[in-house]
């Protein structure tokens, strides 16, 4: 293979120092899946091309994006998303020794030079994409020294961004002992690196014992639910599914939605009936019942669904909405989450609640009481709305009878 040939990439006109201000956090993640790609688009036709783009994009990562704010943590979570593909590229790309020993030393001051750990995943992969253990082996003469000097809490060396490079490294070549060595040391304590230890035993097929290695690294709350991951993963490996599922499932179950948590949880326990994962995800989160409608409504769980509704809190607008989207498929449905709408927004629960928001809660509850074989259906709404007392009574009352729903003489209790 010869050297990656002259390429005009449009990534990097973008990603170049200072190229991104302190409200450009969105523009950033755009800008980054477009790199993203670019670069796998010509990893088709030219692998080693792909490469030298995937590394050209990681060393511009912390100069381009010094300066935005990422203090919401959407920012690192794209970076990282990104660098799964990337790192992958550089690794499979079938680059001579030269060309590959050059990504690596360009990275390796990327990453020196990095603010925030942008490219942490580089470090920790860094085994990998030296691709032989001679060269791992090579790369660890560098940096063991310093890590060493770090880690025995020496004067010299305060922190030493090669640690995960280093231990990577360790791993890849199966110095196992120097490994546990280092990581018996009180400043490697920091769960990235009590990892290599788990994947380190695991790599010798001692599953039992990195289990136990890995429980023994808690005590950063940051990281409890990452090694909940690790741990449920071991004992899936083994198919030990109830006890992974007792003892991690539920803590491990992640997602930036409700319904991401059930999802993921699924989709490692498709064994396990759904309507028991709901039900134990709904237990594990006590006081947040009724955050969890949409995800039983979307799963058609509607007997679920309607009793969440009513437990509460509960966005009354999302309830509204599931009144109209099954006003003619299931009426009673419809009818029992609409008057739980109404009850809510006299409860308090939403934000920015409007008149509109109240018209089309009692609107729905109104129309589908029929169909759901409610004779007096405005006696049922207004026995639900005279239940008690509430921040929102007052108004969801004004907005009805200023309407001529309900009748002036009728007024809230309390």
């Known amino acids: 293979m010869t050297k990656p040939k002259a390429h005009k990439w ?5 990603f170049r120092r200072g190229g991104f201000s302190w409200r450009a956090s969105s523009l950033a993640t755009k800008r980054l899946r477009e790199a ?3 670069i796998k688009k010509v990893s088709k036709a030219d692998p080693v091309l792909a490469g030298e783009g995937a590394v050209r994009l990681m060393e511009r990562l912390w ?6 704010d ?18 992958a590229l550089v690794v499979k790309a079938p680059a001579p020794p030269k060309t590959r ?10 990453i020196e030079e990095d603010g925030v750990e942008y490219l942490a995943p580089v470090g920790e992969r860094w085994g990998e994409l030296c691709q032989t253990p001679e060269r791992a082996n090579l790369w660890l003469e560098e940096l063991l020294p310093p890590l060493q000097a770090c880690w025995r809490g020496g004067e010299e060396w305060d922190y030493f961004p090669g640690a995960s490079l280093a231990l990577s490294c360790l791993l890849v070549t199966e110095r196992y002992d120097e490994l546990f060595a280092l990581l018996a040391s009180p400043r490697a304590t920091l769960w990235p690196y009590q990892e290599v230890g788990v994947q380190a035993l695991l790599a010798q097929g001692k ?3 990195a289990l136990k290695f890995a429980e023994a690294a808690r005590g950063f709350g940051y990281y409890e639910g990452a090694i909940n991951q690790c741990c449920e993963a071991i004992l899936l490996s083994s198919g030990l599914y109830e006890e992974a ?14 319904l991401a948590r059930y999802r993921a949880l699924a989709k490692r326990y498709s064994m396990l009936a759904p309507e028991r994962l709901l039900q134990d995800l709904i237990a594990s989160t006590p006081g947040e019942e009724g955050k969890w409608f949409a ?13 969440l509704a009513w437990q509460g809190p509960c966005a009354p607008g999302t309830l509204s909405r599931a009144a109209r989207d099954f006003q003619t498929e299931a009426p009673t449905f419809a009818f029992a989450v609409a008057l739980a709408a109404l009850r809510g927004i006299c409860l308090g629960w939403g934000y920015e609640v409007t008149g509109a928001d109240v018209l089309e809660a009692f609107v729905l509850a109104r129309d589908t009481a029929g169909p759901a074989g409610v004779e007096d259906g405005l006696g049922a709404i207004t026995a639900v709305l005279e239940q008690g007392d509430g921040p929102g009574y007052r108004f969801v009352f004004d907005v009805l009878q200023g309407m001529g729903y309900l009748p002036k003489a009728q007024a809230p209790k309390g």
Request: charged share 25%.
């Open 70 to 87: 990422s203090s919401s943590g959407a920012l690192g979570a794209a970076v990282r998303k990104a660098l799964d593909p990337l790192i």
């Open 101 to 110: 020993d050059e990504w690596l030393a360009r990275l390796w001051a990327a």
């Open 36 to 38: 993203v790609a670019e």
């Open 295 to 307: 995800t039983a409504k979307q799963l058609k769980f509607l007997d679920l669904a309607e009793a």
């Open 245 to 258: 599922y007792q003892r991690y499932g539920l803590r491990a179950a992640s997602g930036t939605t409700y």
């Open 10 to 14: 449009t990534f990097t006109a973008r």
């Open 207 to 209: 599953k039992a014992e």
């Open 63 to 68: 100069p381009a994006l010094e300066h935005v």
